[in-house]
């Protein structure tokens, strides 16, 4: 399989402060890949340094077959990136944004008008295109906002916890969207705090205090922690907890 993400021995330091500790990690094009961790464990600055958006203190990475030491900007054209806080203008309708961040991207008029058709498409929005974003409900949004993070047919997409606030029924329906996706070739690399979630990854690493003290399936982390869910996984984890 295509590795279309690879760390060694990854490490970010702030002065005295290791954020991130010597994580070592691959993931496949097509995969559906869990960062998860508590508050502090270190997944967010392991984000930023993967996206190009943070330098690393020593080690190696490899993203969409780009070093990010020396080739930030490239990552930046081969990646998506939906952050966990809304990022769309709301005061724009969604035909203009979708148009607004075609542009950013690069593509040309044709493939603008040939994108927003397939997408307005995909999540039924024609009769909604000329409404303001503001007028969506959120579940609605965030599908927007993760469409427009694959615009440009980026080889990964890192969402940063994108189903927060959420209902479960618009949970599940983002989660098709993210496996229709995956099946189509592009990597996910999903941050999450709701372990059910977790369930759905094809395999999930979990940060503790800056280190990866977990990486493998869900059901082989659960026969290994002796555990009937993720959550449980997750708890023994945060606690110490030995596998043995």
Same mark, same amino acid.
């Given at each position: 399989?295509?590795i ?6 990854l490490?970010k ?7 991130v500790d010597h994580?070592?990690? @691959?993931?496949?094009?097509? @995969? ?8 502090g ?5 392991? &984000?930023?340094?993967?996206c190009?958006?943070?330098? %690393?203190t020593?080690?190696k990475a ?10 930030t900007?490239?990552i $930046? $054209?081969? &990646?998506?990136?939906?952050?966990q806080?809304?990022?769309?203008? @709301?005061d724009?309708? +969604? ?8 542009t950013?991207?690069g ?12 997408l ?8 909604e295109?000329?409404?303001?974003? #503001?007028?969506? %409900?959120?579940g609605w ?7 427009l993070?694959?615009? #440009? /047919?980026?080889?990964i997409?890192?969402? /940063?916890? %994108?189903?927060g606030?959420?209902d %479960? &029924? ?12 995956? /099946?189509e ?6 941050t ?9 990854? /094809?395999?999930?690493? +979990? ?7 977990a990486?493998?399936t869900p059901d +082989?982390?659960k ?13 023994k ?6 596998t043995?």
């Amino acid at each position: 399989m295509e590795i279309t993400i690879v760390t060694d021995n990854l490490t970010k330091t702030f002065g005295a402060f290791t954020a991130v500790d010597h994580i070592s990690f @691959e993931v496949q094009k097509g @995969e559906i890949f869990g960062f998860l961790g508590a508050n502090g464990a270190g997944k967010t600055t392991a &984000i930023r340094i993967l996206c190009g958006l943070l330098h %690393p203190t020593s080690g190696k990475a490899e993203v969409a077959g780009f070093d990010v030491f020396k080739h930030t900007e490239k990552i $930046k $054209k081969n &990646i998506g990136y939906m952050s966990q806080k809304f990022s769309l203008y @709301e005061d724009l309708t +969604i035909r203009e944004n979708i148009s607004f961040y075609s542009t950013v991207y690069g593509l040309s008029d044709y493939q603008i008008k040939e994108k927003t058709e397939q997408l307005l498409t995909r999540l039924q929005l024609h009769s909604e295109a000329d409404k303001l974003v #503001h007028s969506l %409900p959120l579940g609605w949004k965030q599908k927007l906002a993760f469409s427009l993070a694959l615009i #440009h /047919d980026p080889k990964i997409v890192f969402l /940063d916890e %994108p189903t927060g606030g959420v209902d %479960p &029924i618009t949970r599940r329906q983002f989660w098709d969207l993210i496996y229709e996706t995956a /099946d189509e070739g592009t990597t996910v690399f999903v941050t999450t705090h709701y372990m059910d979630e977790a369930e759905y990854c /094809d395999r999930i690493s +979990i940060m503790v205090d800056g280190k990866i003290e977990a990486l493998d399936t869900p059901d +082989i982390l659960k026969s290994q922690f002796k555990a009937a869910t993720m959550d449980e996984v997750f708890y023994k984890l945060a606690r110490g907890t030995s596998t043995k």
